[in-house]
């Protein structure tokens, strides 16, 4: 890197509710790790709030995590909240959004690169008021699109939540001046507020040194049953439901769903089905260490992801990380990335058209897939896709 781009900038990553004490999402925590290598000086702001389990990290969690990265790492209190979809996450929310203002005012200036994920929204809003004031360069890494991917039953609180996310991206979004997103779909979002904004697709992929030893394990030529897996959380955007029904009085197929200790929206009407209809294909696997997750994949054949929104999420890169073709359920920017790479296949979200697929399904296309694999994996190693977000800090 140039001495005197290490020298000059410094690059501010906030990251509110992900870091490396979170077991979900670790992108930005591995940005900063490549970052800090290429000689960046560079601040890891987040909060002692974990979202994904509604709890607080201790002093001691935060002094372990303080001393395991080679940056700086900053930790603000949060508020929190118990329900996604509450008056309290919005208030939390923005007492923290405007905590962070507090912080980096005084710390930002024309030199400073900084680096924000695209929700909450509050954090947007606050992060353009920065550009204005300060003038230093937002990156925006569109990884989820408030207020479309947040799923509100009742309509008239969608209505305000519409409301309360449009004024806030409508005010901000022309005041960034730079984006990466991470599936094709994201562009309309962004164009939607900032019709004259450009974004660079940089999907999330995944770290090489997690699956360095799967290569060789997963080589072997697939017999029957074949070992489909859906890693995630069974939130209300992952319905396997459709999959269950086709495995009933199937022999061929084994289910195995990673990730959900029970705490998922949907996690009580799929074991619910399970028993009922003694689906013994089907395994609940909890959640798991991402250190582990290749200790599993490396026994799989096929992996699933039944998600109704429109979105590339980390699962997709995990399984090509580890050489599994992969079957997406619907019509989505992952079923449109699957065909376009012929890394899998797509059917219609019903177990009519499952059923279909494994009726139909053949040993032989299942091998194909994955040599296909083996030619674009290292496409979507961090590694490669970090040096995009190096040189678009650096443009």
Sequence with gaps: MDNQITKNQKIYIVGLTESNMTMRGNRHPSLAKFLTKKGYTLEYITSDFYHAEKIWFTYKQISIAKEEVPYKLTVLKCLGYKRNISIRRIVSNTLLSLKTFLYLFPRVNKKTVLIIPSRPVELIFISALLRILKRNSVILDIQDIWPDALIIKNKTKRLLFTIYCNTYLYLSLRYIDKFIHIAPFFENWLSRYSKKSKSQFIPLGFDSYRWKNI???????????????????????????????????????????????????????????????SLTNVVFVGQIKPENMETYLKKMDIGVLPMISSSIPNKIFDYIAAYLPILVLGNSDSALFVKDQSIGWNVGYNSDEISIFFDNFCIEDLAERKKRISKIRDLYDRDYLFQQVKQLIES
């Design 215 to 277: 290569a060789q394990a997963n080589k072997a030529k697939p017999t029957y049953p074949i070992n489909i897996v859906c890693v995630g959380m069974l939130q209300h955007q992952i319905d396997v439901m459709p999959i269950l029904m086709s495995l009933k009085g199937r022999s061929d197929f084994h289910f195995t769903i990673i990730g959900d200790d029970g705490d998922g929206e949907r996690y009580e009407e799929v074991f619910n089905y399970v028993q009922k209809n």
